[in-house]
């Protein structure tokens, strides 16, 4: 786990929310493996075995419940992270639910719901991280979608969302520009997690999914914890604003 001077990301602290499970949960591990301490955040109570993992192996981490999409609990995540770790570098807004629907079946409540965490879960983190990102400059990445980027099907609300976090990573990129803050987000393709588990079980699902992929595979967490990383460490320093697709060339094809 120890890398020395070459870590990517010594003694900075990262609050990554969705820690639980997926890409969350695999970017906790890699950011701690080079150097971060972690303030996982999730809705389930399984982020506390990520945080556990992280400190097993010598890293250090904490867990917060909190529903990204209640104020309260998003303040309080960020009070914890101060309070253990005395600042915050990296903002890792990430968690997510998909709801599946087109426009004229999906409920008044699921749209609500999927906007409430996909989108407004991703204002608030930025709402209150920014002020004390500002005393050191940071950086905050947000997961967006490759159904935020394309025509997405039966998905009204989870693309809207994720074209939402797309625009949103760009008024917060030009905003805070000059506090020395770079915001990015990233759209993955399809990949391999708990999200996806129950669909990609239908082998015609799978096939629907896996045939528009130039590289004919669906990502894996490490495939987005890579790029998070990238976004989040000194690599990307002249990057803001930036919307990555990380989804085998999906959208570009
Ligand atoms: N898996 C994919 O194919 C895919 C593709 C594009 C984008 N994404 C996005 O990636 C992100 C991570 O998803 P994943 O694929 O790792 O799925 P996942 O289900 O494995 O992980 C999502 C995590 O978010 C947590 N979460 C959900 N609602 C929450 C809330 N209100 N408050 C706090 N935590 C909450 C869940 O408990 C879970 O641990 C999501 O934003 C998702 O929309 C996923």
Known sequence: MIRG???LLKDKVAVITGAA????KETCNLFAAEGAKIAAVDYSEEGAITAEDIINKNGEAIFVRADVSKEEDVKNYIDEALSKFDKIDIVFNNAGIFVPGKADELSIED????MDINLKGVFLG???AIPHLKDNGGVIINT?????LIGFPDS??????????VSLTRSVAVD???????ANCICPGTGRTRMTEEVLQNEQMKEMFLNPIPMKRFAQPIDIANAALFLASDLSSYLTGVALPVDGGWTMA
């Open 21 to 24: 499970s997926g890409f969350g």
């Open 126 to 128: 930025c709402k209150y």
């Open 156 to 165: 009204i609300s989870y693309a809207a969302s994720k074209g939402g976090v």
């Open 111 to 114: 749209w609500d719901k999927v």
């Open 176 to 182: 805070y520009v000059n506090d020395n803050i770079r």
């Open 5 to 7: 001077d070459k870590m």
């Open 144 to 148: 967006a979608s490759a159904a935020g």
